[in-house]
């Protein structure tokens, strides 16, 4: 996800860029940084269509210091990997991976191995981050009614009363939760903030579901927790990608796999662009747009 930093690319950019308004970056685009700014005196908004959170293909700090609104709608992928992540905590309460496995290797017989499958109904979900993702999965849970808890440092304390939530630390999300579903991006901050100390807190009979990015979470620690049995996961994204196929995480039977595949829908691309039209449409209509980059994202 990270700027093209060919010469040529930022060349080409630098010739286009003197009467524009706007500048839109996707996959592939040198970055936008105070050259480019100073070329283009006019320039009053940039959006990040699909990357990353954080703009690494934005220099923020300086469009922030010019009055340059600075978007991204990245969050055109929440809306399928939501519903994913619904299907992986279903899938892991009942432990499907081990019926599947044993279907496989010619089993039929329930073989549930000191896990016992749970219903969704009623359960307490924590979630790690709340962002667009986040709260479209609060959404598809309500059917449910089941008790809800969220670690996100970075939240309005309101939301919590909105949506109906109740904010607490990494901890306790943990260590309360049957079921944890990790949705933090990934940053410094983030990488490997879920270690040996934070997945022991998990215990017995929940499911830990990961849709963000694999490198949020210690590997090696969540396959040595796993290792144990009284768990289960579902798990879209593992570090590294792809799964190395002698890694012990694709053997265990306590653990459903996908290949970091729930963005991967041709509604999503859709959706990154469909986002950021409506974006400047209430920027240039001098309305508030939705989904700024601020310092706090």
């Known amino acids: 996800f990270q700027a093209n930093e060919d010469p040529k690319a930022m060349a080409s950019l630098l010739e286009r860029v003197g009467d524009v308004d706007a500048i839109l970056v996707s996959h592939g685009s040198p970055r936008i940084g105070a050259e480019v700014m100073d070329r283009a005196p006019g320039l009053r908004i940039i959006g990040e269509l699909e990357g990353d959170r954080f703009a690494a293909r934005i220099d923020v700090e300086e469009a922030w210091a010019r009055g340059i609104r600075t978007v991204e709608t990245n969050n055109g992928s929440s809306y399928p990997v939501a519903e994913w992540a619904l299907a992986l905590i ?3 309460l009942w432990n499907g991976a081990a019926h599947f496995r044993d279907i496989l290797n010619g089993r039929q017989e329930v073989d549930d191995r000191g896990y016992e499958p749970r219903e969704l109904s009623g359960r307490r979900v924590g979630l790690i981050g709340c962002g667009h993702m986040g709260r479209r999965l609060i959404k598809l849970l309500r059917p449910f009614e ?3 808890t969220v670690y996100d440092p970075y939240l309005p304390r309101e939301m919590a009363d909105a949506l109906g939530f109740v ?5 306790n999300v943990l260590s309360q939760s049957d079921v944890i579903v990790c949705l933090a991006p990934l940053t410094p901050a983030t990488r490997g903030m879920i270690g040996k100390r934070e997945l022991d807190l998990i215990r017995s009979g929940s499911a830990f579901v990961n849709v963000s990015r694999g490198a949020v979470v210690d590997s090696d620690a969540l396959i040595a927790r796993l290792r144990r049995g009284d768990i289960t996961a579902g798990l879209d994204v593992f570090d590294p990608e792809p799964i190395p196929s ?3 995480i694709v053997r265990l039977r306590n653990v459903f796999l ?3 595949a729930s963005g991967h829908l041709k509604s ?5 662009m469909s986002l950021m039209v409506d974006e400047l449409d209430r920027f240039f209509h001098g309305h508030e747009t939705l989904f700024d980059l601020t310092p706090r994202s």
């Open 90 to 92: 279903l899938v892991s």
């Open 146 to 148: 089941v008790g809800l």
């Open 167 to 171: 904010q607490t630390s990494l901890d």
């Open 246 to 248: 002698d890694s012990e």
């Open 258 to 260: 996908s290949p970091h």
């Open 268 to 272: 999503a691309n859709t959706a990154f």
